[in-house]
């Protein structure tokens, strides 16, 4: 499928086939904007190419659907919650588990589970003489990426 900047594809299936959603997605993740049913009125059919022009994708509800939910699912697992963030933004400052917990009003054991979940996301720190973790010195410079649900991630090195 093309994918210049102002091509359009649509697609017009021929019949409806037992695997229509099937092919309907795929067409979309190739690129097609559009995928319409062979008979469909003259005016709806105008809708969709209209919406297409303007950027949007037209397909069958349920395989907007579908994809959206595999699309949910497959979110990056690396990916840090806001709470996580708020954690780790602290650990940057400093602060103690106590601290953390005290300025966000949690308790002690939940400070300690988002840190080991923190450290599973973007792999444990190595330990210095210290005490402190090399990671949390990095951490300030790296580039965090939103995810789907407004989590970001700290990339891979």
């Given at each position: 499928?093309?994918?210049?900047?102002?091509?359009?594809?649509?697609?017009?299936?021929?019949?409806?086939e037992?695997?229509?959603?099937?092919a309907?997605?795929?067409?979309?993740?190739?690129?097609?904007?559009g995928?319409?049913?062979?008979?469909?009125?003259?005016?709806l059919?105008?809708?969709?190419?209209?919406?297409?022009?303007?950027?949007?994708?037209?397909?069958?509800?349920?395989?907007?659907?579908?994809?959206?939910?595999?699309?949910?699912?497959?979110?990056?697992?690396?990916?840090?919650?806001?709470?996580?963030?708020?954690?780790?933004e602290?650990i940057?400052?400093?602060?103690?588990?106590s601290?953390?917990?005290?300025?966000?009003?949690?308790?002690?054991?939940?400070?300690?589970?988002?840190?080991?979940?923190?450290?599973?996301?973007?792999?444990?720190?190595?330990?210095?003489?210290?005490?402190?973790?090399?990671?949390?010195?990095?951490?300030?410079?790296?580039?965090?990426?939103?995810?789907?649900d407004?989590?970001?991630?700290?990339?891979?090195?």
């Open positions: 499928m093309s994918r210049a900047p102002g091509v359009f594809v649509i697609a017009v299936l021929k019949r409806q037992r695997d229509g959603d099937k309907a997605a795929n067409l979309v993740r190739m690129g097609c904007r995928v319409l049913p062979s008979r469909l009125h003259p005016r059919f105008t809708r969709a190419v209209l919406a297409v022009l303007a950027g949007e994708i037209w397909a069958p509800r349920l395989v907007l659907s579908t994809m959206l939910t595999e699309l949910l699912r497959t979110r990056d697992e690396n990916a840090l919650t806001a709470r996580e963030n708020e954690i780790l602290l940057r400052l400093g602060r103690k588990n601290e953390i917990a005290k300025a966000l009003f949690i308790c002690l054991e939940t400070v300690r589970w988002h840190k080991r979940r923190i450290y599973r996301k973007v792999g444990r720190p190595a330990m210095r003489s210290n005490g402190k973790t090399s990671f949390i010195e990095r951490a300030p410079t790296r580039t965090l990426k939103a995810g789907v407004g989590s970001t991630q700290i990339p891979s090195s």
